[in-house]
């Protein structure tokens, strides 16, 4: 026992220390702040399994192969122990708890090879689109099945040799009358053969995983805990002081925590599931990215090995000498597509659906940051909206001075009229410049007026949110309108912003804190309608009884976990809502997002069609939306699969204002 636990823990401990020094090759970053936070997201997310917990089909499975690997680690630690002991058990196991134990652990190891058995018919039957179906898994299947099926015919032999000894272990008392009729020599050789076999093989799991795909099996709980804290459509702030490039154009401009992101993906395909750029045949697939940069990893290895070891001693100037010669495949173009890098519309499906918290979305933007800031390289349809940012604060690359003849001679205050007010009412360049949303504003401002809200709107002074701008990539750009933004809300002594537009209120509320935003409430125009409702401000007459159904827009709901607010003004006005399949957490984009809302969708089926044609099958005569990119994404797929005759799109505030009182 002594020689197979030091040749396989030798051997394991040079494995990881390789894996160790790889991933050091990456940047610095602090992920060891906020412990409670972090201890949390272990627990719930990492022990809790909260995220396969919500799976309807397989959760399950993978679950109950968890927590059974993690009761039945305590008997392996106990046979390995053997080995120098035979009477040999954990402190503390020696009387009841050790019965209650023998219990637990016989259950659990019975409902593994169920669950084994089950993912066994998925992988071979079933065979699932999002699965790999490879010989590795199957492979890993049978070894965990062999650990569990060792330990219980151990424990049967053992039986079998000492009548009544066991008793709480129920799977391995049945499992006894196997060796009924042997003589106890024969008895015996089972047993030490179990008992070799079990330890043998854990040793060998335990040494093969770093090779394969199942290295989660090490590195989930680590990832979990040193995961983003951050919400999740939030990006983080970009230091441009003492850098000489900005993004990820080589894997060495990951920072350690990505690389611990190629070594966790279990390959399960759930990023890809409902992924909108990959449903629609775009050349975008979440999980081929991380695979990907964790294919080319490590088939630089020996070379970030040593970039690794150089960090971690503090000799980065000879770290970045021998990143700056060596050579190999573009990471951008040649490991990752370039279309694919500018496919993806930031939705986070992928994010909120990766059980090992994944974060998919900084590693794209971080690529995009290379494209735009490194290299210039733009795609064509975004250069004027670039543009217009840079020149106007608007992607429409309208006049700065147009911003305020969205309200006509509709009564709007002005904060350079006011002074100051309860909310700012911040409208958002889709509000002033898109036709179809400044009539969303100016429902909402109506529908403010009547229930005499104390806001007013910044007019001329307003800029762009910057989300945009961040989202393709220019974080320059970003970074000069956020702080604009925000010196306008300190001169105002702005506490409290509501807005119609999803992306702004993210921006504000999730990403100018970082920027210096303090003390600032934010809501979406939503939450303050519904608030509005609730305290009588509002009376509506109930409505027509028309059938709507609700697209939730992904920076509102999967990025924020607003559902309920713009829901509840829909029923409030009197409509009835039927669900699309896809909604609240699972549901699907409009296409807009990440800046896509200024790009072409020239590859694969588009996106807002396939919304549409969701939408159409419930059979509403209506889909409303809170977020103006959703709804202009929803307006023109309208239009442009005929349905004008069948179908409108409306904001919730137009659905709210059309069925007020008087």
Not at 202 to 229: E, Q
Not at 322 to 336: D, H
Not at 510 to 517: Q, R
Not at 606 to 634: K, Q, S, W, Y
Request: hydrophobic letters at 45%; aromatic letters at 10%; glycine letters at 8%.
């Amino acid at each position: 026992m002594f020689l197979l636990l030091f040749f396989s823990l030798s051997l394991f401990v040079g494995t990881m220390a390789e894996r160790y020094y790889l991933m050091m090759a990456g940047d610095a970053d602090n992920r060891f702040d906020r412990l409670g936070d972090r201890v949390r997201a272990l627990l719930g997310i990492g022990f809790g399994q909260s995220r396969l917990l919500y799976e309807r089909n397989a959760g399950w499975m993978h679950v109950a192969i968890f927590a059974g690997f993690l009761v039945v680690s305590l008997r392996t630690v106990t046979l390995l122990g053997m080995g120098f002991d035979p009477d040999y058990h954990l402190p503390g196991f020696g009387g009841g708890l050790g019965t209650v134990y023998a219990f637990l652990k016989d259950t659990f190891a019975l409902i593994v090879v169920v669950a084994l058995a089950y993912a066994g018919w998925r992988r071979l039957v079933v065979k699932p689109p999002r699965l790999h179906l490879s010989v590795e898994a199957n492979l890993i299947l049978l070894w965990i099945a062999s650990l569990m099926l060792t330990d219980l015919f151990f424990d049967a032999a053992q039986i079998a040799l000492h009548p009544g000894s066991h008793g709480s272990a129920w799977v391995s008392q049945l499992l006894a009358g196997v060796y009924g009729g042997s003589d106890p020599a024969t008895i015996g050789a089972w047993a030490t053969a179990m008992f070799w076999a079990h330890c043998i093989l854990v040793l060998a799991f335990l040494n093969f995983l770093p090779f394969g795909k199942h290295f989660h099996v090490l590195t989930a709980l680590p990832a979990v805990f040193l995961r983003r804290l951050t919400p999740s459509a939030s990006l983080e702030k970009m230091e441009f002081e003492g850098r000489e490039t900005f993004g990820v154009g080589k894997l060495e401009d990951f920072s350690w925590r990505r690389f611990l992101d190629m070594y966790t993906c279990t390959e399960c395909g759930r990023c890809n599931d409902q992924c909108p750029a990959h449903v629609t045949d775009k050349p975008l697939h979440p999980r081929e990215i991380i695979t990907a940069e964790r294919d080319q990893a490590y088939s630089l290895a020996d070379h970030l090995i040593k970039v690794g070891k150089l960090k971690t001693e503090g000799r980065l100037d000879q770290a970045a000498a021998m990143v700056a010669e060596m050579e190999r495949p573009a990471l951008i173009g040649e490991v990752n597509d370039e279309e694919a890098i500018w496919a993806c519309t930031t939705c986070g499906w992928c994010a909120t659906h990766c059980p090992v918290v994944i974060d998919h979305i900084p590693n794209i933007i971080d690529q995009r940051r290379h494209l735009v800031m490194m290299e210039a390289k733009v795609p064509a349809v975004l250069q004027n909206a670039l543009k217009g940012l840079e020149n106007n604060s608007n992607p429409w690359n309208v006049t700065a001075a147009a911003r305020e003849d969205w309200i006509g001679d509709l009564e709007v205050p002005r904060l350079r009229d006011k002074g100051r007010a309860e909310y700012l009412l911040f409208v958002g360049c889709a509000g002033s410049f898109d036709e179809r949303n400044s009539e969303v504003l100016r429902a909402l401002c109506k529908l403010l007026n009547k229930a005499g809200v104390d806001y007013a709107v910044l007019g001329t002074e307003e800029g762009c949110c910057g989300d945009p701008s961040r989202r393709v990539g220019h974080e320059y750009l970003f970074q000069m309108q956020a702080p604009a933004n925000i010196t306008t809300f300190q001169k105002y002594e702005v506490g409290k912003v509501v807005t119609a537009c999803p992306h702004c209120f993210n921006s504000i509320a999730n990403e100018y804190p970082d920027f210096g935003l303090e003390d600032v409430e934010v809501i979406h125009h939503s939450e303050l309608l519904e608030e509005l409702v609730a305290q009588g401000k509002l009376k509506l007459t109930g409505g027509s009884g028309a059938k709507v159904t609700f697209h939730d827009s992904c920076y509102l709901g999967r990025h924020n976990d607003i559902y309920d607010a713009p829901r509840k003004v829909l029923t409030e006005s009197g409509v009835e809502i039927v669900e699309m399949e896809r909604n609240r957490r699972e549901g699907f984009c409009c296409g807009a997002g990440g800046g896509r809302m200024f790009m072409e969708e020239d590859l694969g089926t588009r996106i807002n069609h396939n919304r549409i044609d969701e939408a159409a099958a419930t059979g509403a005569d209506e889909v409303c939306t809170a977020c103006p990119f959703c709804l202009a994404m929803l307006g023109d797929a309208i239009k442009e699969t005929d349905r004008g005759d069948k179908m409108t799109a409306r904001d919730i505030a137009e659905v709210m204002l059309a069925n007020l009182e008087d």
